[in-house]
């Protein structure tokens, strides 16, 4: 994968993406460990928008909640620690999360409050 990917919209960039994450989550691709911060942003984003999300929604949310884009990278890692916790739910191109890690979530950070940071200390101390 390019070192810098440049684009245009969240569109682009998930469809540059999309592939590489489809093949990681297939275990066709190795990916470098990433930052806990990683799988606490993009988990939290798919528990904030709580239905199926598309990449390109994932990217867009994720921009939203942080006011940044994730790598790919970043994207992949957060979904294969989600899917070791048993928490991701895969349907074609669509990603979204378990009822436990509903659950799960909402305990760690109630309500509707944008608390990446707790979920992201509770993920550093409890592995998958």
Request: glycine fraction near 6%; hydrophobic fraction near 40%; charge should be negative.
């Amino acid at each position: 994968m390019p070192e810098r990917l440049r684009f245009q919209s969240y569109r682009q960039w998930a469809e540059a993406i999309t592939p590489g994450l489809r093949a990681a989550i297939a275990g066709e691709r190795e990916v470098p460990p990433q930052d806990p911060f990683s799988e606490a942003w993009l988990g939290y984003t798919l528990f904030y928008y709580s239905r199926l999300l598309s990449v390109e929604e994932v990217i867009e949310a994720a921009d939203t909640i942080s006011h940044a884009i994730p790598n790919p990278n970043e994207i992949a890692w957060a979904f294969l620690r989600l899917k070791e916790r048993g928490w991701l739910v895969v349907e074609g191109d669509s990603y979204g999360l378990t009822a436990e890690a509903r659950h799960t979530i909402e305990a760690i950070v109630p309500g509707n409050k944008v608390e990446v940071e707790r979920l992201s200390q509770w993920i550093s101390t409890h592995s998958p």
